[in-house]
């Protein structure tokens, strides 16, 4: 294969429009030092106290013992905090702190703005096509991922 049709092949596209978001979510949410799996790991605690890690991981689809280290971040900046479950003391419970819902919910109009960028080259059809194929193929190949996404795990 070379380059120039590896560059229209879905993994190479998939991958580029992923370092694309990315970049602009930490410009657009550079005043709260998150990144997007953080960010999504606190909007999951936030509906969700008291959720586990593992539970946790499979809402959000990421691998575990990343996850593990994002938490940790997380803790150590007073965002998260971690506790024992009242039924079984090996689990660690997690809930936000009253500054990890703050940042969280102050974070969301720069979520916002980065979506809208995300999206502004495209006019308003192209959006709608665009979303509904993308949920659409990580729906059907969910179970291919590495961490599936479950959401009622």
């Known amino acids: ?3 120039k049709e590896l560059q229209t ?3 190479h ?3 580029r429009a992923q370092q ?3 970049a602009i979510f930490i410009e657009e949410c550079a005043a709260f030092d998150l990144t997007p799996v953080q960010y999504a790991a606190m909007v999951a605690i936030m509906e969700n106290e008291g959720i586990d890690a593992t539970r946790l991981s499979a809402q959000i689809a990421f691998d575990r013992s990343t996850l593990g280290n994002v938490l940790e971040r997380l ?3 007073g965002l998260v905090e971690r506790y024992p479950s009242p039924d079984d003391k090996r689990i660690k419970l997690l809930k936000l702190t009253a500054q990890g819902r703050s940042v969280t ?3 969301e109009e720069g979520v916002r703005r980065t979506q809208e960028r995300i999206l502004a080259p495209l006019n308003a059809k192209d959006r709608r096509v665009l979303l509904a194929l993308l949920a659409q193929l990580v729906e059907l190949n969910n179970d ?3 961490v599936p996404q479950r959401l009622t795990a």
């Open 1 to 3: 294969m070379q380059l």
């Open 9 to 11: 092949q879905p993994g």
């Open 13 to 15: 596209l998939i991958r």
């Open 20 to 22: 694309i978001a990315v």
């Open 75 to 77: 803790e150590t900046r």
């Open 105 to 107: 919910r102050r974070a």
């Open 144 to 146: 291919a991922s590495r």
